[in-house]
């Protein structure tokens, strides 16, 4: 061993090296994984592809995958990215895009349901009206297809801000084998309140402890909201703003509903002390009293497809979005059916729909409008629908080739309720749908439980919170 | 031995040491600083940029009203007012305090007795059997651990009223009622904690010398009166240990009540986490967001110094 190397002993020498390699080591592993530290090794990033997010899995894009190879094969010079983001729900779904809009990386293109529709609209996303005038010849298809109610739900302060593509209905979806072990068929499709309740108690004699006659889940798509739109009324108050007849004018002249159309939905005042509102939860209290009904859970009901399937639950709120999983879950096509919501003072339904919305932040706003009007196109919606786990909003898609292998029989229902009552409207969601959200969920829960007093009780705190929240997005 | 010595003592030239060691002298201890920073930059950078900067931001971004896309307005102690005159704030504080209070100490009683248990009657084995058994929840994630034991107390067809109806118990609406949901989240929190604490509690039990216990067995003690008189004492800073680091991850509870109950029924299992995840990432309020962790920041330091402090009282040192 050298003990003097150039006037330098060997422990320093040893200390400067192992300095000196660790230093090396250092940049090494930076000059290594800078792509990985600054995220350039995920596929599109750093390029010009316009990214896409969805509420989903990466198998979720992965589906997408034939409608994107589509896109690409007539759009060459338009790069695309699905980028999936995961979350329980859609309100999750937003927290997270906003969350990316705050890091300065917002995607250029977001996939929004109705909940964050006028969330999108009222921050984030481009109008898109201007694409509409110019693109109308080659749009008419589409708005011939697709009824107004869908669109009317993506129109804010009279633009509008979305193509909806698939939507669903909060329909009743009844297991077959239990009403039929109960004496009982189809109901007809003007049942009411009472027929409703007298069928879940006729199941429930029939099947004894262990069933449930009606599920249901505590939030806003399918849970009180539907019962209350049957009594003509809900927890927001509901306006139009005025507007849109630029868009109704040219695309829906002939509608029989035109006088009612407006600029978009406005749910700016709370309406939870209101008499019909304490009928509706009067209602579903004495339904869960008597064990016809269940106390609603937070969450989207993921077991309940399963528990449906087994023949544990009689009846339950959902949409076209149930088809699918009912089939796989080993029903038989006529192991279940559905039917419209049952009639109060009205049968006005409620529904979900959601569509791409370009981000106002969005590189190249041209070429997202592009993706855009692509997957409104028949043949993409085929693509992107191949089977039905949802509604697609083109009405000549929902036919009985769609459901041939699924069922239900009574599949005509789906498009039925838009076309048989026009005044259905969206889920209620304002720009602080979260908020909003977050309240009504706190105060379910008791609302259905106790005396009517307790429920009475509880609509007052429930409309405290909601002028609280509503106030602050003044 | 370094190569100076060697020289000097082999009679090498004076000038040898008159060059190196004076030099090394000076330059030593500088040198050893800045190895010893250059070790540590990773760590303090990561403190820095990941703890220290966001605290800061957030002490600021209390007194501003931002909701993430547009630019933050000033507005002083708007948030802390509006948060303190909040009711479901209020209630959120009051639920954490009593989460804590309970889950806390059935997590540590039950860690204590299972560690004693463990540490005295079973073959080896046993123990080492235990051991992972006890820590292995506390290595599943939350999340998941809660959506399963949500399936579990399912009022109409989880397990649990499944199991209780063998036993002629009428189906229990877990989590649909306020005493239901708060026992189911309190359960799952102390189900998957406790082993944390019950290793610590192993550790400790294995650090008292046994010529103490044989001391009190002389002196005639009983198993109960050896649990009190020796166990405790000697335990008890490994309890101040198990208890702040409980009590403060207790303090953060949001995984949880978040998917077991999303804070219902009413209120009755929303925590202050949950509200300042509710403020900031679903109402876009986070300034307001930023003071509740103020807050609840204040909360966890006033509560570990207590438990400090009445540790001198408490603690017995070997």
């Known amino acids: 061993m050298t003990d003097h190397i150039g006037g330098a002993t060997a422990r320093t020498l040893t200390r400067r090296g192992a300095l000196a390699l660790g230093g090396l080591g250092l940049a090494g592993l930076a000059v290594g994984s800078w792509p990985r530290l600054t995220a350039q090794d995920i596929p599109g990033r750093g390029d010009d592809s316009m990214t896409i997010a969805i509420l989903g899995t990466r198998a979720d894009a992965e589906a997408r995958q034939a409608l994107v190879d589509a896109f690409r094969a007539e759009y060459p010079g338009i790069k695309v990215r699905i980028q999936p983001v995961q979350g329980t729900d859609w309100k999750d779904f937003f927290a997270k895009i906003l969350t990316m809009v705050a890091a300065g990386d917002p995607p250029d293109v977001v996939y929004v349901a109705t909940e964050g529709a006028q969330l999108f609209a009222d921050k984030l996303a481009e109008p898109l009206d201007d694409y509409i005038r110019r693109d109308a010849a080659e749009l008419q298809d589409y708005f011939d297809d697709v009824h107004p109610s869908l669109l009317e739900a993506f129109m804010y302060q009279g633009s509008l801000y979305q193509l909806p593509l698939d939507w669903n209905a909060a329909n009743m979806y009844l297991n077959m084998s239990t009403l039929e072990e109960a004496g009982l068929s189809l109901p007809a499709a003007d049942w009411t309140h009472d027929d409703f309740a007298s069928v879940m108690r006729q199941m429930k004699s029939a099947q004894g402890s262990g069933f449930t006659p009606y599920y249901w889940t505590n939030r806003l798509f399918g849970g009180v909201v539907p019962w209350l739109y049957t009594n003509d009324t809900s927890f927001l108050t509901e306006e139009k703003a005025p507007g849109g007849d630029w868009f109704w004018d040219r695309f829906y002249p002939g509608d029989p509903a035109r006088a009612t159309r407006g600029g978009g939905y406005v749910w700016d005042g709370a309406n939870a002390t209101d008499e019909r509102v304490f009928e509706t939860f009067d209602f579903l209290r004495e339904l869960v009293a008597e064990g016809l009904g269940v106390r609603p859970e937070g969450g989207g009901g993921e077991s309940l497809v399963g528990l449906f399937a087994n023949g544990r639950i009689g009846a339950a709120p959902a949409g076209g979005y149930w088809v699918q999983g009912l089939h796989e879950a080993g029903m038989a096509e006529d192991g279940f059916n559905v039917q419209f919501f049952p009639r109060n003072r009205t049968q006005r339904h409620q529904f979900g729909a959601a569509g791409y919305a370009i981000m106002s932040t969005a590189r190249n706003k041209d070429a997202a409008w592009e993706w855009v009007k692509f997957c409104s196109r028949r043949e993409s919606m085929e693509l992107a629908f191949p089977t039905p786990n949802t509604t697609p909003t083109r009405r000549s898609m929902v036919n009985a080739a769609f459901y041939s292998e699924t069922g239900p029989k009574n599949w005509q229902v789906f498009y039925d309720t838009l076309d048989k009552f026009p005044t259905s409207g969206p889920i209620p969601a304002p720009p602080a749908q979260a908020a909003v959200e977050t309240a009504l969920m706190k105060h379910v829960p008791n609302a259905v439980s106790g005396s009517s007093r307790q429920t009475r009780a509880t609509l007052a705190n429930l409309q405290s919170d909601l002028e609280r929240v509503l106030r602050s997005e003044q | ?318």
């Open chain 2, 1 to 318: 031995m370094s190569n100076a010595t060697t020289n000097a003592s082999a009679g090498a030239p004076a000038r040898l040491e008159h060059t190196e060691l004076p030099r090394k002298e000076s330059n030593g201890p500088l040198r050893k600083q800045l190895f010893a920073w250059i070790l540590l930059a990773p760590t303090v950078i990561g403190m820095g940029v990941f703890t220290v900067i966001p605290i800061i931001g957030s002490v600021v971004l209390a007194f501003f009203r931002w909701d993430i896309i547009s630019a933050p307005e000033f507005v002083g102690f708007e948030n802390f007012v509006s948060v303190v005159t909040n009711p479901t704030v209020r209630v959120s504080f009051l639920n954490t305090i009593v989460f804590v209070v309970i889950a806390v100490t059935l997590q540590l009683g039950i860690a204590l007795v299972l560690a004693a248990m463990v540490a005295e009657r079973l073959p080896n084995w046993l123990r080492v059997f235990f051991r992972s058994t006890f820590f292995f929840p506390l290595i599943l994630s939350a999340a998941s651990v809660s959506i399963f034991m949500g399936y579990l107390f399912n009022e109409q067809f989880g397990a649990v009223n499944w199991l209780l109806g063998l036993i002629g118990i009428a189906p229990v609406p877990w989590l649909t009622t306020p005493t239901g949901a708060a026992a189911v989240v309190i359960i799952v929190y102390v189900w998957q904690n406790f082993g944390f604490s019950f290793l610590l509690f192993v550790g400790g039990l294995g650090s008292i010398p046994k010529e103490i216990y044989e001391a009190a067995e002389i002196d005639g003690a009983s198993g109960v009166k050896k649990f009190f008189n020796v166990t405790m004492p000697l335990l008890s800073p490994t309890t101040l240990v198990a208890s702040v680091m409980a009590v403060i991850s207790a303090l953060q509870v949001f995984d949880q009540p978040y998917v077991l109950t999303r804070g219902g029924p009413g209120d009755s299992t929303r925590t202050a986490v949950m509200v300042i995840f509710e403020s900031g990432f679903q109402q876009l309020e986070f300034g307001r967001a930023s003071a509740i962790g103020l807050l609840l920041m204040i909360l966890i330091m006033a509560v570990t110094y207590v438990q400090f402090r009445l540790s001198r009282r408490f603690v017995f040192y070997q």
